[in-house]
């Protein structure tokens, strides 16, 4: 039976209870992003930080992506002799979810049990300034909604974190509160939301109200994010109000239950550019990948110029990059980046001819790539494509490796990135196309390649291809 929390009462009503599940369904929200983890901040050197679900809560495992410690200078990492990892259970006694997982961000994931806890214990007091705990990036993140965090100070072990004390509650009701401004407040529980996002939501379509200033971990819980069915107007308002703030890509995997069919995502689309035009904040975009701002199109010319510096640059070492997959798609079908695209892509011939030596020739690419000047991120083990940043320009680029196999076949990453061949000759010898007045190397046969990729409706726009999850085509 799921436990039931400290019920808060209100000032004014000293013999009235509310029913905190049904004010905030979406109590304990956190999600697997910089801009919706839980966020820590500590005060007092620490010996030790324990993770755990408190016995009986329905939900009774532990399953998080990633712990991050920041001191002073930034990032802590710490090896064996400074730090002791346990946990209480590891699924299918797999290592790989076991404890160092999780500073490892490769993820966590306990057996079902009683209160299954995560433990570090450091060898001597660590200044750690800053805890982020981040979630799984779906919708299975609903299982540790409940986690509870503590940190050792000596010898006691001090509560920083539980979504059901009275006094978390009570904050996330007062700021709340404070954003609606003055409203009547019901002591029905279901009554009293309908108040508080009713009001909130008139301030956010309010030019006057600065966004950027509001308490979106708290307002984020009068929603229950991973589920609940369609979003009504008022949540729906409040959901897209808090998008126009994150910075960088928000997946919504973590919606998948509230977004069901196209029309709810485009709904949702429609109320964040909404959103986005009464508080000057430019376009967004919605594609499988998330929602971001739409900077293919706003910053085209640096988005190109980009393109053409590192296209430069993989020649000078003797590779032989080009544009690829929805870049390509664009530039071919509509002359033009697609208006939901939010990547700009590129392809290269690698020398190596199997997986693993792609990996490492991508590998070294890599570190040549940081001593000319870009940031790169690798996606290993996952995938072989790297994000190359252009701190110049403040442009990330996605480049995908292509390798020969069998005689007249190429290997790369096509459906949903997965690595299959395709004939050669639709890649090489490199061909070229225009984009937004850019003439650029694209592959041998452009046309035959979309098909290959994207099948026979290639010629007709789709936001929703190879989404994340099944959408209806239903409202």
Known sequence: MSKSPDIPKFDDMPDRTIDTSTLFPGLGYFGATNS??????????????????????ASNLLNLKKLEMIGTEGPISLDESQIELSQSSVYNAD??????SLLQGKGIHTLSESEPWWQA????????TLLRLYNRGDRWGIRTRNVVIQVRIGSRWIEVRNPHTGQHLWDRLRQCADVAGPIPLSSDAATLRRQLLDAIAKKLLSPATGLATLPWDSLLELVNMWGGGPMDDHELTL???????????????????????SNQVLRLQAQINQLAEIHCLGQFVISRHGVQRSNLLSRQDAF???????IHCLQAMDYQPMLS??????????????????????LMLCRASDRDAVAEEMTQVAEQLRLAGYRVEQMLPQSLNMHVIDQSLDVELDLFPCWQGLAGQVYLHMEKMAIRPIPENLVHPPGQVSL?????????????????????????????????WPLSLNP
């Open 325 to 346: 997959y929805g870049t390509l798609l664009g530039a071919v079908r509509d002359q033009s980046f697609i208006a939901h695209d939010d990547d700009l892509d590129l």
């Open 36 to 57: 919706d983890c839980i966020n820590i901040p500590l005060k007092n050197k620490i010996q030790g930080i324990r993770i755990c679900i408190p016995a009986g809560y």
């Open 304 to 310: 190109l110029s980009a393109a053409e510096q590192l």
């Open 436 to 468: 937004h007045s850019r003439h650029l190397p694209a592959p041998a046969n452009p046309d035959a390649f979309l098909l290959e990729r994207y099948g026979h409706d290639w010629t007709t726009p789709n936001q929703f291809f190879e989404w994340p």
């Open 95 to 100: 290592p790989k979810f076991g404890p160092q």
């Open 239 to 261: 959901v897209a109000a808090w998008m126009t703030q994150v910075n960088g890509l928000q997946p919504l995997m973590p919606m998948s239950e509230r977004l069901q069919s």
């Open 121 to 128: 214990e450091f060898r001597t007091p660590v200044e750690i």
